[in-house]
């Protein structure tokens, strides 16, 4: 191998949230060998309400070295211990999807089974009773709390609320200080190599051409390199998720800040409530096709529940995945390389999970069509294992008062989600398929939680008597509740750990 073939310089095109973590895990792994640039303009806006994450974003973080007091500080961050649904089966119901696990699993059998025969005895009903997440979310209370003491259950598993573009902000500053070169930039053009399509430099209206051996399309949704310029080709899922817009607002702060997303269903799509030490983010995702964009508007700021803090602003997307999310010498993270509506918070996780694939599968000695390939297959059942899991929530929906919700409820759905669904109505019992980001319990929150309850449960469960059951259930459902009552409250926690600035004087 020559010198040349040798991967060198990465050129990341784009800043925001996708730009700045794949910067800053790049230079925190590679830097000592590549050069990296970022390009972006300050003139290009970024879509930047991506709010609420997912308890990977822990591990990055701290994968990274940051400290998590200042990134919280610095992001006005709060604390995250699930997504709370609202009018999602029903109108007038509300579940949690909390974090962590739920009472005690046995060896091959599951909490849940014992709570299923519970339920058919009588003995017990809202299977929430058993999440210390939820008992402490619903008291609006949170410390860091690993497991509880003196019994042998896990504690707090929890993510958080911060404001993107200030988490982007943040990496910039921290990546500058490690040696990213940041380029201030339109890119005019970009170049590609004759013999095999390469692209070979971007060149930025000033003239100068930014050369590179591998680039990061972090364009966003223009898709600059992957799609613009590599006519890579995008598979459209909107027949199974079917909103196809978004209007964001914030507003005041509400007090308490709530440990938890809200996520309400409304007549042709949902809100999501996501409350910062400074203001609250809101949204409301809906399809065109039921709603006009005037309505959802409209819809959306009679809804509020604290004054906006600006004019709404609309976001048009179209739901699906790049057909190779790294293809020839581009690498699209972000949304260059699709788009998930952000029901269960994924946006951000996307990123961290993408770039954190290309570190592992990143090219020595030239970039190979294996490598390329199973960065795309992974790539792939991750996208696909999140569409089903969002998918489920819509096809498990009971609502009959809009024409949106009845054709969510009699859509045909992706073949393996309907071989999940039928596995646990008739038995009760959920896989983990691969490395699918989702676990068991996600699944289990959201099906029961949206009214579909297990024909039958594991055999095993039958080995304990229904006195010993009904003891278990009770202990397990004092213990989260007690211990839950003796945390702080959520908004002492964020004023003694990592209170911003601007919070002190407001």
């Given amino acids: 191998m020559t010198e040349q073939q040798l991967v060198k310089e990465v050129v990341i095109v784009g800043g925001g949230t996708a730009g700045w973590i794949s910067a800053a895990l790049l230079v925190k792994m590679l830097g000592k060998s590549l050069k990296i640039t970022l390009v972006e303009s300050e003139e290009i806006g970024i879509v930047g309400v991506g709010e609420a994450t997912i308890p990977p974003v822990i591990h990055f973080n701290e994968g990274l070295g940051l400290d998590e007091a200042t990134f919280l500080k610095e992001t006005f961050g709060s604390i995250k211990l699930g997504i709370q649904f609202e009018n999602w089966g029903q109108q007038g119901d509300s579940y949690m999807h909390a974090f962590g696990n739920f009472g005690k699993d046995y060896p091959f059998c599951t909490f849940h089974h014992f709570w299923l025969k519970a339920k058919q005895l009588g003995l017990s009903d809202n299977f929430w009773d058993y999440s210390f997440n939820y008992q402490a979310a619903l008291q609006n209370r949170f410390t860091k709390l690993d497991s509880i003491p003196n019994v042998n259950l896990q504690g707090l598993v929890y993510a958080y609320h911060f404001d993107a573009a200030l988490y982007a902000q943040f990496l910039r500053r921290w990546c500058e200080t490690l040696g990213v070169v940041r380029v201030e930039g339109k890119i005019e053009q970009v170049h590609t190599r004759p013999d095999d399509g390469f692209i070979s430099a971007v060149q930025l209206q000033s003239g100068e051409q930014i050369k590179g051996d591998l680039f990061i399309d972090c364009s966003g949704m223009h898709a600059l390199l992957i799609e613009k310029t590599l006519n890579t080709g995008y598979e459209d899922w909107s027949h199974w998720l079917p909103c196809d817009r978004a209007w ?218 229904a006195e010993q059951l009904s003891e278990l259930l009770s202990y397990l459902k004092t213990i989260y509740s007690a211990t839950a009552t003796k945390l702080p409250q959520h908004d002492e926690f964020l004023k003694q750990f990592c209170q911003s600035d601007a919070m002190n004087t407001a």
């Fill in 248 to 465: 964001a607002v914030p507003t005041e702060s509400v007090k308490p800040i709530v440990p938890y997303t809200r996520s309400i269903a409304h007549q042709a799509g949902w809100q999501w409530r996501i409350p910062l030490q400074h203001r609250t983010g809101n949204g409301l995702v809906f399809s065109s096709k039921y709603w006009s964009e005037e309505d959802a508007r409209a819809h959306l700021l009679a809804n509020l529940d604290a004054p906006a803090l600006a004019e709404p602003r609309l976001i048009k997307f179209r739901t699906g995945r790049r057909l190779k999310q790294w293809h020839r010498n581009v690498v699209s993270i972000g949304l260059s390389s699709g788009f998930l509506e952000p029901l269960e918070s994924t946006s951000i996780h996307l990123i961290q999970s993408g770039i954190i694939r290309l570190v592992k599968n990143f090219p020595h000695l030239g970039i190979k069509a294996a490598e390329v390939a199973e960065y795309n297959r992974q790539s792939q059942l991750e996208f696909e294992h999140i569409r089903d899991f969002i998918i489920l929530h819509y096809k498990l929906t009971q609502r009959t008062d809009s024409k949106f919700w009845r054709d969510c409820q009699q859509m045909e759905i992706p073949e393996r989600l309907a071989r999940k669904m039928e596995l646990f109505q008739a038995t009760g019992k959920v896989y983990r398929e691969q490395d699918e980001l989702f676990s068991p319990i996600a699944w289990i929150q959201v099906m029961l939680g949206q009214g579909m309850v297990p024909q039958d449960y594991h055999p095993i469960v039958n080995a304990l008597p």
